[in-house]
């Protein structure tokens, strides 16, 4: 069975900090691997995915995450934090992006 | 430019009563799916649909169910509304080989 664990419910982070939310997966073979954001009162928005290839993957927004098959994670990073960053994010496994399993969620929380 | 669009937006209802909630798509997308939402859990896939007229059990199926007549449409029902139902429902739809895209939720309230 596949899963995905956030180890962090809540983050904040001052604007123009560096950002990194973390993302364990189980899943038996190359999963697909994805990352969402959700602003309040809307839906998910794909902000990056991983099918194969390059470990370091280039997103939306000036987001970036990087696959590591030895440590089963796929950590989200941002260089410098926007206030419009603030929002819930979620990392989520698929075995083809047929059946996605999702995390809890990271809300992120930046202070001026 | 609609996407993926779910009707309604909010609702309440009282337990027992039912309710269908409706996701259209106009990308033509083949799969579709219904999550629900609640706090600390991330989404839950309900029920989803690989194509017209079929539909599959998600992780959390009880005490719903989906029709896909449409390949555009995909409808959500609660026959019998329980307060454990509370929730944010999501749909998604995708195309082979493409990410989810997702509409911006039905807040139902159960009462």
């Known amino acids: 069975a596949q899963s995905v664990t956030q180890p962090d419910i809540h983050i904040t982070v001052s604007e123009g900090a560096s950002l990194e939310l973390r993302c364990n997966y189980s899943y038996g073979a190359t999963p697909y691997l994805f990352w969402y954001v959700q602003s309040p009162g809307q839906g998910l928005q794909l902000l990056l995915k991983y099918f194969s290839g390059d470990t370091l993957v280039q997103g939306i927004k000036g987001f970036e995450a990087e696959f590591k098959r030895s440590q089963s994670s796929f950590n989200l990073r941002k260089p410098s934090v926007h206030w419009s960053d603030a929002a819930e994010y979620f990392c989520a496994v698929g075995a083809d992006d047929y059946k996605l399993s999702f995390g809890a969620g990271t809300t992120v929380t930046v202070r001026a | 430019n609609a996407g993926v669009t779910q009707t309604p937006k909010f609702r309440v209802l009282k337990t027992g009563q039912s309710m269908t909630l409706l996701c259209a798509q106009d990308m033509n997308h083949e799969y579709m799916y219904w999550y629900r939402q609640d706090p600390g859990m991330g989404l839950r896939l309900i029920h989803y649909s690989v194509g017209e007229g079929t539909t599959a059990k998600g992780e959390v199926p009880d005490g719903y169910n989906v029709s896909r007549l449409k390949k555009q449409n995909f409808l959500l029902g609660l026959e019998s509304a329980a307060p454990s139902q509370t929730s944010v429902y999501f749909c998604?739809?995708?195309?082979?080989?493409?990410?989810?895209?997702f509409g911006d939720g039905t807040r139902l309230s159960i009462l």
């Open positions: 998604a739809s995708r195309s082979t080989g493409h990410p989810q895209h």
